[in-house]
């Protein structure tokens, strides 16, 4: 293996011969190399795509500062390199490295690739190949580093289970430690077993180690179960959370390089209360939990003074949702008053209340205003569980045209259960309407963006049950929008490319079977399938044929009631019959309340009664627990000796 | 007030550009919050300018730049302040306040010296030899990027050193006028050799 003396002797030779080699070298302010020698435990963290976009992710700085911050372990990160350096790379035989101390990825204990979205996946196993480690878990060997995965993507592992020695499901916080802990235990025993460390590991609450695991299936090719194979994997994996949020980071890492996000981000609240049920990240993010504005406030200003950055987005899935919004809103804009800072505030709700806020944080009027109505028929939108009424959506477009901005981005989803031709030509209306009102405003000036994409119904939602819009449908609805929004200059339409989103959703809904695809398709040269370019029709359609498999099984097929899904062994702690009562009521066209009004019983209390009642009020939005405290539940194995 | 600084710029930071650096130091200057005098207009743009264009690859010993504040402060302080808020690959080297009414720094710039430092062994006499060939010669017709120009005026001082234990690097001053830059890449190329096998250090920039 080469040592990282000589990794920086052959980058020297390479890197002036490619796009921005910044990408490539780190030294940046933020960023942690510890001791290597003195430290016992080496974790890499892994984004698997350019350093451009890794860079600025929050999930990976969180680990990698919760890693750093222990006397006894130590973390590096690395990105997916450009295909211009991995052919360099490959041709000069330079492993994939870390940044921070160049050490061939191969030399740490631990690898933890962040997966917040699916079409990750090729780029995941084209670096496991570019590290020189075996690609499928079961070739690795005592002298391999262990592999995990998290992120969202981790919510339906199956299709990656081949390749991921263990899956971290839900926050991962806490859960971190835990592994690096059994991994310490296990590997300074006096004889280091790979396998003793992966039964540990899959006794950790949380972690699935897919190896452990059996799927059997039906004639129809559909799941009859997938259970464990040894008895100290649980039956079914519940995901992790943190009962109270850790201090938000500040440290964010500066890149010595232009990138595509350079800001600081605070969340402000993890969860989401209002039940959209296209919404994956609202369902299995639960229960709600915020953070005072006072730590938001100290937090922001500590991280745009150690970074410089020029901007600060506050994030949440629901800005408007926030108890304390105003009263953050009024602290965020005296402190940062004149500081040159653009301040960003994601996800506000479609009321005149959202224009205030904005107005208040005296923002550039030139970024455009963005609202998210994701349908624009009353009737779709009752579906999907985001009702508001169109005059509510007219009046505050208005009300934005009215206070200066002259772009508003609108957000929608075509493709949603149940759609007919006449619910997108309400999209064709309502944009018109809004273009036409701002229009007596401001005049001929005013600009919309519809940025219109596919839905893909996710797993552990309330819409896993239903089919994707075929691809013809698809492109019979872009035709129409593209067919009358093209007629008006002022509005500007972006869509989702159906290959694109049909990739999406047989990442995300497949079963065991995908991983043979997925492994043949990354052979047949895809990587970066987020991206617009690279051929992923020639490499994806031979991969499924090669197996047998049939794309259609998973993207355009209705789920019966009683199917059993893939990633059934796998919760987010909200029950499938929540998930299945809800969907029962979107047919029905009956919506439900924001979840703080009225708790629907989705199955988060039960599974985290203790910690509930250990951070009783309003941390939490869900209704506290009173019951007496129970026995530690005895199905959950608890990790020890 | 308006301040010059001279630092050093190695290491990962051989590797961020003209432009990044700019935002680099925009940043920093951030950090150590010191009060940024901005363009008027409707993007305004902080008054940093850099002396001279380091090429993407090079580091160097000695490059200056000049910013302007709206405080008068201690440069002694600007320094402190600046030291804890830049990379490891940037040190700061001196900080001292100029006279406003100086012309632009970009226009003071004569020249610069370089060290270029070879990674694979190579025969001294022999690079000896080159190098006197090259600079008797009346003139070094090159062409970069589709244009065609001399090499030779802009060379002022190109020599190989040999030291005690055979290693041999070479040692040169190239004009760096605005509109008349010699690049050591191209003496490089001149010569023969691969500037990828080649370690370029910038030491000093000589000005007016």
């Given amino acids: ?235 079914i994996v519940t995901k992790r959370m943190v009962s109270k949020l850790p201090p938000p980071i500040t440290k ?8 595509v996000h350079n800001r600081v981000s605070v969340e402000i609240m ?101 609202l998210a109505p994701e349908a624009a028929s ?159 029709q020639e490499a994806w359609m031979p991969a499924f044929e090669e197996h047998g498999v049939d794309p259609a099984f998973y993207t355009h097929r209705q789920r019966r009631t009683d199917e059993v899904f893939p990633w059934e062994h796998i919760t987010a702690a909200v029950r499938k019959n929540f998930l299945f009562q809800d969907f029962r009521q979107s047919l029905e066209g009956q919506i439900r309340v924001d979840c703080r009004l009225n708790c629907f019983a989705c199955g988060i209390l039960p599974t985290f009664a203790n910690e509930r009642r250990e951070n009783p009020g309003e941390v939490w939005k869900c209704p506290d627990v009173k019951s007496p405290a129970q026995k530690i539940n005895m199905e959950l194995p608890v990790v020890g000796d | 007030m308006r301040v010059r600084i001279t630092f050093t710029k190695q290491g990962a930071l051989r590797y961020t550009g003209h432009l990044d650096l700019h935002r680099l130091m925009e940043r920093a200057a951030r950090r150590a919050e010191l009060p940024l005098s901005y363009s008027q207009g409707f993007h305004p743009q902080p008054k940093i300018s850099l002396a001279a264009a380091l090429p993407l690859g090079f580091s160097s010993r000695n490059e200056v730049m000049d910013i302007r504040l709206n405080e008068e402060l201690d440069p002694g302080d600007i320094s402190d302040r600046l030291k804890n808020s830049l990379p490891t690959g940037i040190q700061i080297l001196g900080v001292e306040k100029v006279e406003e009414t100086l012309p632009p720094l970009q226009t003071q710039v004569l020249s610069a010296t370089y060290e270029v430092h070879l990674m694979e062994p190579a025969d001294g006499s022999e690079l000896t030899r080159k190098v006197q060939e090259l600079m008797m010669s009346e003139s070094l017709p090159r062409e970069r990027r589709g244009k065609f120009y001399d090499l030779r005026p802009l060379i002022e001082m190109l020599s190989v050193v040999t030291e005690a234990n055979g290693k041999v690097w070479l040692r040169m001053t190239l004009a760096s006028r605005e509109g008349a830059t010699g690049r050591p890449d191209e003496v490089l190329f001149a010569l023969g050799i691969e500037p990828d096998t080649a370690r370029v250090e910038r030491t000093r920039l000589i000005f007016l």
């Fill in chain 1, 252 to 259: 964010f890492i500066v890149p010595n390089i232009e990138i």
């Fill in chain 1, 270 to 370: 993890r969860g989401c209360t209002r039940g959209c049920r296209f919404c994956q990240a609202g369902m299995i993010t639960r229960p709600v939990r915020e953070r005072g504005v006072q730590e938001v406030v100290d937090a922001a200003d500590a991280a745009i003074r150690s970074t410089g950055f020029e901007e600060l987005a506050l994030m949440s899935l629901s800005s408007s949702d926030y108890t304390d919004i105003q009263e953050l809103v009024d602290a965020v804009s005296k402190r940062f008053e004149g500081r040159k800072l653009t301040i960003s505030l994601p996800s506000l709700r479609i009321e005149s209340v959202s224009v205030d806020l904005m107005d208040k944080l005296k923002q550039h009027r030139s970024g455009g205003f963005t």
């Fill in chain 1, 1 to 235: 293996m080469l040592t990282p003396e000589q990794i920086e002797t052959k980058l020297d030779r390479i890197l002036l011969k490619v796009q921005k080699p910044g990408r490539y070298v780190g030294g940046e302010l933020n960023s942690t190399t510890k001791d290597w020698d003195k430290t016992q435990t080496r974790v890499a963290f892994v984004f698997p795509d350019i350093y451009d976009i890794g860079v600025s992710n929050v999930g990976l700085k969180i680990l990698y500062d919760q890693i750093n911050n222990r006397e006894d372990a130590l973390a590096e990160r690395a990105y997916a390199p450009w295909t211009d350096m991995e052919a360099l790379m490959r041709e000069n035989g330079i492993p994939l490295y870390t940044l921070e101390s160049k050490h061939a990825l191969a030399c740490f204990d631990l690898i933890g690739f962040t997966l917040p979205y699916e079409t990750l996946y090729t780029n995941a196993l084209n670096i496991l190949d570019l590290s020189n480690i075996p690609i499928r878990s079961v070739d690795r060997d005592e002298s391999h580093p262990i592999v995990i995965a998290g992120g969202h993507a981790a919510t339906n592992p199956e299709p990656m289970h081949a390749f991921i020695d263990a899956f971290a499901v839900g926050e991962g916080e806490e859960v971190i430690h835990d592994i690096v802990n059994t991994i310490q235990k296990y590997k300074s025993m006096p004889k280091y077993s790979r396998m003793d460390l992966l039964v540990a590991l899959a006794q950790i609450n949380g972690v699935y180690v897919p190896r452990f695991y059996e799927a059997t299936y039906l004639e129809d090719g559909t799941l009859a179960h997938t259970l464990p194979t040894i008895p100290e994997a649980p039956k």
């Fill in chain 1, 378 to 536: 009353e009737r779709m939108r009752r579906i999907i569980n985001k009702f508001i009424p169109d005059e509510e959506i007219i009046n505050t477009t208005r009300e934005i045209y009215s206070r200066g901005w002259t772009t508003i981005k609108l957000y929608f989803m075509i493709g949603h259960p149940s759609e007919t031709l006449e619910d997108v030509q309400a999209i064709v209306d309502l944009c018109q309407r809004v273009i036409a009102e701002g229009r007596k405003i401001a005049g001929w000036k005013v600009k919309l963006h519809a940025g219109v994409s596919t839905f893909v119904p996710k797993p552990q939602t309330p819409f896993q049950w239903v089919a994707c819009d075929t691809k013809e449908s698809v492109l019979e609805k872009q035709a129409l929008l593209k067919r009358q929004l093209y007629k008006d200059k002022s509005i500007k339409l972006s869509w989702t490319k159906p290959e694109d989103t049909m990739l999406e959703a047989w990442l995300s809904r497949g079963d065991r079977k995908m991983a043979e695809v997925i492994y043949s398709a990354w052979k047949n040269g895809a990587k970066f399938d987020a991206w617009d370019e690279g051929k992923k």
